[in-house]
C-alpha cells in the first residue's frame, strides 16, 4: 500500500476581494487537504487528487494546477460540456463567508464511473472524504462512493473522514445525518469540527462528539474546535491539545489544513496528540494568509517548526 488519495470537489476559489479586484484561484475542503499533504510529505509520495473535471479552458487550468504542484488526478474522468464550480469568500475581518455557484459542477459526477473510481483508489495507505464530498452527490453516488472507500479499506487502506457539515448542500438534515454517521462507519480516523457536529447533531460538549463517533467503530478521533483546544480520543485515552497562536488574517481552509498536517504527522510516525500539536501549527501559519491555499513552503516550515 503507498500514497494517499483524497475524493471530493477542485471549485475555482475568488478571494482577496479589493474593491472590484479579485484573486482567481483553486480550492475545496478536500482539495485544500490534499494541498498540505503533498506540502508535508516526500516529494516522491504519491498524492491524488480524487474528482471529475469538464472539459473547458477552466477545467484545464485546474488539471494544470494540480499537476504543476505534484497532485496527480489518478482516474478521474472528464466530462465533455461540463465545467467546475465556483465560489467567492466575503471577509469581516479575519471571519470569512462564501456564496457558491456549484449546481452543475463537473465533480457531481465523480462517482458516476464506479470502476474509474476503483481504479482511482485501488492500493491507497489512505484516503480521505468529507461531507461536502457526500453533499454535492446524487444518493446514488453516495452509496458508490462508500462501496468504493469500503472495498479500498478491506483491501488496507486507512481512510479518514471528517463531517465538514453544510446545511445547504442536503436535502434536509436528516439525511445529512445519515450519510454523515454511514460515512463514519467505513472510516478508522474521526476529523470532526465541534460546531458543525454541535449543530448537525446537537452535541452538547466535544466529549459527546468523541462519544458518538467512536459508538461508529472509529478507532482515532480528533474534535477540531477552531482556536480552542483539540480533543484527541484513542483507545479510550483523552488529550486537550491546545491550539497554536496565530495573527489571523483568513480563516479559510483553517480546518483543511489541520486535516492535512495531522494527516501528513501520522504518515510520519508521530503519535495522535504529537500530530495534533503539528496540525495546530500548520493551520495557525494558514491563517495568516488570504484564501485557502497557503505557500507549501509556509506550511513547510510551521509543520517542522
Known sequence: MSGFAAIGECMIELSGA?????????????????????ALTKADYPVDYVTAFGDDPFSIKQRSFLNDNGIHTANSPVIVGARPGLYAISLTGAERSFTYWRNDAAARQLADDTDALAKSLDGREVIYFSGITMGILSPKNR?????????????????????????????????????????????????????????LFGDATPDDTANRIASYGVREIVVKDGTEPALVVVEGSRTSVPAAIAKAVDTTGAGDSFNGGYIAARLGGLSPVEAATSAHKVAARVVEFHGALAPMSEARAAFIG
Not at 18 to 31: I, P
Request: charged content about 20%.
Open 143 to 199: 452509496q458508490n462512493v462508500l462501496n468504493a472507500v469500503s472495498n479500498a479499506r478491506r483491501q488496507g487502506a486507512l481512510v479518514v473522514f471528517d463531517a465538514n457539515y453544510r446545511p445547504r448542500l442536503w436535502e434536509n438534515a436528516e439525511t445529512a445525518r445519515q450519510v454523515l454517521s454511514n460515512a463514519f462507519h467505513v472510516a478508522d480516523i474521526g476529523l470532526p469540527t465541534f460546531p458543525d457536529e454541535n449543530a
Open 18 to 38: 479589493n474593491g472590484d479586484q479579485w484573486r482567481m484561484g483553486f480550492a475545496g475542503d478536500t482539495l485544500n487537504t490534499t494541498w498540505y499533504v503533498r
